[in-house]
Antibody, heavy 121, light 112 residues
């Protein structure tokens, strides 16, 4: 079964660092881009960035460039989203999603279950 | 403010037809890039509903259809059912944002 399984919910304080994960299984991990999407409480979807696991090439939305880092480890078929210094405004649900086609034809056919990140002092 | 504009809400009675619009510009939909639609049921992850403007993934009922004209795209749902009540998002690619993916702001569909 093709699936993306994300790491569990996190509660952090402002200024702390964090890395959340997205493990792909049931398919060739290096053949499909992984994207990260933010959904703030009660709000819509925002595309954050993408990574090609075959060579770790990344693209970021200008809104998120410099604020997060996307990476991947093909040995464990896992993509990551990390912050070096969290802010309260990073409180959101974060989804990973697989693209069955490369950009610009990104089509997100499979989504992780989401990771809720809460940042509060 | 989203790059792609959707109505915040639409509604319809069971059995009726509703449409959801997604208005973009010459740097995304108008440039010929694919439009995709996702359905997000309450408390769940989004699910691919329509891809490449008008194609349905396996398992998606043919009550759902997509189209595009100029700088806009539309999702149509016929034979509305209670289970269709959800948030719907359009998604495309935008060249003015360094090759970013872009979503619409989302539309809440209420089945009356």
């Amino acid at each position: 079964e093709v699936q993306l399984v994300q790491s569990g919910a996190e509660v952090k304080k402002p200024g702390e660092s964090l890395r959340i994960s997205c493990k792909g299984s049931g398919y060739t991990f290096t053949s499909y881009w992984i994207n990260w999407v933010r959904q703030m409480p009660g709000k819509g979807l925002e595309w954050m960035g993408r990574i090609d696991p075959s060579d770790s090439y990344t693209d970021y939305s200008p809104s998120f460039q410099g604020h997060v880092t996307i990476s991947a480890d093909t040995s464990v078929t896992t993509a990551y989203l990390q912050w070096s210094s969290l802010k309260a405004s990073d409180t959101a649900m974060y989804y990973c999603a697989r693209s069955i086609l490369p950009p610009p034809r990104d089509t997100f056919d499979m989504w992780g279950q989401g990771t809720m990140v809460t940042v509060s002092s | 403010q989203s790059v792609l504009t959707q109505p915040p809400s639409v509604s319809g009675a069971p059995g009726q037809r509703v449409t959801i619009s997604c208005t973009g510009s010459s740097s995304n939909i108008g440039a010929g890039y694919d439009v995709h639609w996702y359905q997000q049921l309450p408390g769940t992850a989004p699910k691919l509903l329509i891809y490449a403007t008008s194609k349905r993934p396996s398992g998606v009922p043919d009550r759902f259809s997509g189209s595009k004209s100029g700088t806009s795209a539309s999702l149509a749902i016929t034979g509305l059912q209670a289970e269709d009540e959800a948030d719907y998002y359009c998604h495309s690619y935008d060249t003015s944002l360094s090759g970013s993916g872009v979503f619409g702001g989302g539309t809440k569909l209420t089945v009356l």
